[in-house]
């Protein structure tokens, strides 16, 4: 193998994020033969799943350098320094500086260090890393890295440290540079999304850096919100939210439980309550507005009446993209030393949750039907809506572009054009 490295990205999108940034750093620094994963650490399975790769990596590439960064790098470094398919091991604050990937340039790769992993909770600052974007369609800008919070089934604030915030010039003054370049979306991102600004100069809040940038970049036609914790939505935002056709009405929500109870173990700030306020209040400020959310199922101790609760919020909070976890304990938290529920359940429990979701996607496509929809085409013949649903199309469309569509029909899973 020879030339730029390989990068394998695992997890969420700010990884992918994350990842397009190493990439312009390797690059200028002129890394060859290198093969660098990018790990997740939110489950006990992620981290498997990474040793995985590196072992199926390593046999095909067996002459290449393999560094091992990201969340589960920086919680374990001494897992993966122990496998002896593994060169370097990086930190998460390590990956997003030049002097690190200089230093796996050819002439000084012999001399770096094994593992480059310090205290994430040292870190303080984020920066704004100016990356292309994904594709020609939509980009992400990481306005915002780490978390404050300690939900009890959660290693990731060890793995990103605490909440940092990028300033707001610094992300319009990107964000400007993206819409030149021709993208027509731009998704916020970040760790823990509604905790922006309060690390900064007057303490703003996300809905003040939503309003900011549609303000000065008039040419943005699309931002969106990636996810968010309702329980801190700010005024200003619910204000974007009702005022701003550029602000997708699509909102993904971190609910996780639909049991207070169970929030309560979870250390959540919102109880079930909260959560159904929060969404109709949404929709009536935006009728359309749709939701995603992540709900755990199986979480420890959680009781068939209490599930019963989550599968109700379902309808109640009217989710329609859901991300279901079943729950697997995550060694070092809180919660992988309460009374864990059985595997079997747990993994009904989900599939319970799934079905919800899928026939919540099938009500929301079929009210799509017979209507008009703006597309922003993420290739050839497919495309996104507005709320985030998948559109094909029988015939080429131009890419990055958004159209106007009449929806004829579905498939079950993505709109037909």
Known sequence: MAGAPIFETLGCRLNAYETEAMKE????????????VNTCAVTAEAVRKARQDIRR??????????????CAAQTEPETFAAMAEVDHVVGNSEK??????????????GETERVIVDDIMSVTETAGHLIDGFGRHRAYVQVQNGCDHRCTFCIIPFGRGNSRSVPAGVVVDQ??????????????????LTSWGADLPSTPRLG???????????????????????????????????????????????LQAGDDMI???????????????????????????????????????????????SLR???????????????????????ARMPQVRGPAI???????????????????????????????????????????????????PEGQIITARISSHDGKSLLA
């Not at 990596?57 to 990201?70: C, F, Q, S, Y």
């Not at 964000?175 to 993208?183: A, E, P, Q, S, T």
């Not at 309702?230 to 009405?249: G, H, K, N, Q, Y």
């Not at 919020?313 to 919660?335: I, K, M, N």
């Open 25 to 36: 750093l390797a690059e200028a620094a002129g890394v060859e033969n290198a093969i660098v």
């Open 347 to 397: 993994k009904d429990r989900a599939a319970r949750l799934r079905a919800a979701g899928e026939a919540r996607v099938t009500a929301h496509l079929d009210a799509q039907v017979g209507t008009e929809r703006t597309v922003l085409m993420e290739g050839p013949r497919m495309g996104r809506t507005e709320q985030f649903a998948e559109v094909r199309f029988d015939r080429d469309m």
């Open 96 to 109: 997003m500086q030049a002097d690190t990937w200089k230093g796996f340039a050819p002439d000084l790769i």
């Open 208 to 254: 003040d850096l939503v309003r900011r940038i549609l303000r000065l970049v008039p040419d943005l036609p699309r931002l969106r919100i990636s996810s968010i914790d309702s329980i801190e939505a700010d005024p200003a935002l619910m204000e974007a939210i009702a005022t701003e056709p550029r602000l997708m009405p699509h909102l993904h929500l971190s």
């Open 313 to 335: 919020l379902v309808e109640d909070c009217h989710l329609t993209w859901l991300h279901v976890f079943p729950y697997s304990p995550r060694p070092g938290t809180p919660a």
């Open 57 to 70: 990596l390593r046999r095909e590439n067996p002459d290449a350098k393999i560094i091992v960064t990201g």
């Open 263 to 309: 929030l309560k173990r979870m250390k959540r700030r919102h109880l079930r309550d909260d959560a159904i306020q929060f969404c109709e209040e949404a929709i009536a400020l935006r009728p359309g507005m749709t939701f995603g959310a992540d709900i755990i199922a199986g979480f420890p101790t959680e009781t068939e009446e209490m599930f019963a609760n």
């Open 175 to 192: 964000i400007k540079r993206l819409v030149d370049r021709g993208f027509n979306e731009v998704v916020l991102t970040g760790v823990d």
